[in-house]
């Protein structure tokens, strides 16, 4: 592997000036489960590797209330293991266990899928549905912005450098709320999504009709997606065969796939509305309360 | 060229300390520094899982660990499996049962079975293919691998 210092702050003001002192050649490293293998293959070159797990605040794990606050450090394994994500924020342990196996999962972060904004990231989809919010630091201060809005293409996002993403903040869903998130790949496991959709709809105190809802869409464009147009066809109406049907196929209108060995473009805009009516019908049973009828790799 | 570090860690059991350039990953660190060459490299990207060992408990690839991340950590090998020259449940049902060919991949299945069997002592045959996902055997097509996983589970409850 290429020659490159290494550093661990323990102070997120350190590790901020450490990457804003080497502007482009330093990389900050969570679980490293992309970032060494892209510098054994040279498709990243850091002079500089700034080691972010020593800081606290990119540790932080923490539900109450307000909300959830997912530090960018905090592993795949302590998130799926997360009683309160567990009841509240679904769809996140959904793709936090889906994602690599073991062994990976207990390097790899969800804010580090975020960063290195892969289209078909397994566990974005689930952090645009859930309302995720990026807390990013920078020389000066601090920004904050949509998860939809860091992702700017394959690989690419908003963070300039010297910027770190500290955290991911979540609000508190309302009650009967529920999210999911699924994919779809040719095995069981250890694969990458041909098509990922997550969605997080809030019902009525009937349980009736659904009072709010984001989907999100990862493996179906150079980003992924928020199915703006998608949830607004579930809004104000009880989730009919019909009324999901044309979520999906709102949904399938704003997807613009390419096709590869995983699947051509035809094939993936079948599976958009495909995995769209499953998972709106998953997200809206836990939001009744039912458990759902999923298995990972199923 | 960056200098070396000087890292201090817990290997088997054992306070170790060993020099290492950042580049070098845990596992290089293992074979060619520490000369413990149980742990083997096979896809080198996090893939195949040959290269599993247990850091502070919980299974990883080494090929994606920095040997300077280990500072301070607890690392466990295959090395550190067999105690006073017997091998332990895990290790003879894999004898017994066939479940290697080539043996390139066994470390890293006895790691992973390790650290399974260690939080969940009676799993499935389910949990146990979805537990070992992330490592990959050419030679058994796996039958074999999950059936001594599955024996050494029962063999360590029957023990306790």
Aim: hydrophobic residues 45%; charged residues 20%.
């Amino acid at each position: 592997m290429r020659d490159f210092d290494y550093e661990a702050p323990l102070q997120l003001a350190a590790a901020v000036d450490l990457l804003a002192r080497h502007s482009g050649a330093a990389r900050p490293l969570a679980g490293g489960t992309d970032l060494i293998d892209h510098v054994r293959t040279g498709r990243l070159s850091p002079d500089l590797i700034v080691d972010i797990k020593k800081i606290a605040e990119l540790n932080v794990l923490a539900a109450d209330a307000t909300g959830l606050r997912l530090g960018a450090a905090v592993t795949c394994t302590q998130v799926a293991a997360h009683p309160a994500i567990i009841q509240n924020y679904a769809a996140l342990a959904d793709s936090a266990q889906i994602i690599g196996g073991v062994q990976i999962q207990n390097r790899a972060s969800i804010g580090g899928n975020l960063c290195n904004s892969g289209p078909a990231a397994d566990s974005t989809p689930s952090v645009i549905a859930l309302g995720g919010r990026c807390v990013i630091a920078r020389p000066k201060g601090m920004r904050e912005l949509p998860a939809e809005e860091f992702c700017t293409g394959p690989g690419k996002n908003v963070l300039a450098p010297g910027e770190l993403l500290v955290e991911i903040r979540f609000p508190a869903p309302p009650a009967h709320s529920g999210s999911h998130y699924r994919r779809f790949i040719p095995r069981n496991e250890m694969d990458i999504a041909v098509v990922g959709v997550a969605a997080a709809i809030t019902l009525d105190s009937q349980k009736q009709k659904v009072t709010a809802a984001r989907i999100a869409l990862g493996a179906v464009a150079p980003k992924p997606l928020l199915a703006t147009e998608a949830a607004a066809e579930l809004v104000g109406r009880p989730l009919t065969d019909d009324v999901i049907a044309q979520a999906a196929a709102a949904a399938r209108k704003i997807a613009t796939p390419i096709t590869d060995m995983r699947g051509t473009a035809e094939y993936r805009l079948h599976l958009v509305g495909v995995l769209v009516e499953r998972v709106v019908r998953a997200a809206a049973a836990r939001a009744r309360g039912e458990a759902i009828d999923y298995k990972p790799g199923h | 060229m960056a200098k070396k570090r000087v890292v201090q860690t817990t290997i088997n059991g054992d306070a170790v300390e060993f020099l290492c350039e950042p580049r070098q990953t845990l596992l290089e660190v293992l074979r060619d520094v520490l000369n413990l060459t149980g742990t083997k490299e096979g896809c080198a990207n996090g893939n195949c899982g040959s290269c599993t060992v247990l850091m502070n408990g919980r299974p990883v690839t080494s090929c994606l660990v920095l040997g300077v991340e280990a500072e301070g950590a607890e690392i466990r090998t295959i090395e550190g499996v067999a105690c006073g020259g017997h091998l332990d449940c895990v290790q003879q049902a894999f004898l017994e049962g066939a479940a290697l060919q080539c043996g390139i991949c066994t470390p890293g299945f006895i790691m992973q079975t390790e650290a399974l069997l260690a939080e969940n002592p009676q799993p499935t045959e389910e949990q146990v293919r979805f537990h070992l996902a992330g490592n990959l055997c050419r030679c058994t097509g796996y039958d074999k691998i999950v059936r001594a996983v599955l024996a050494a589970a029962e063999k360590k409850r029957a023990n306790v």
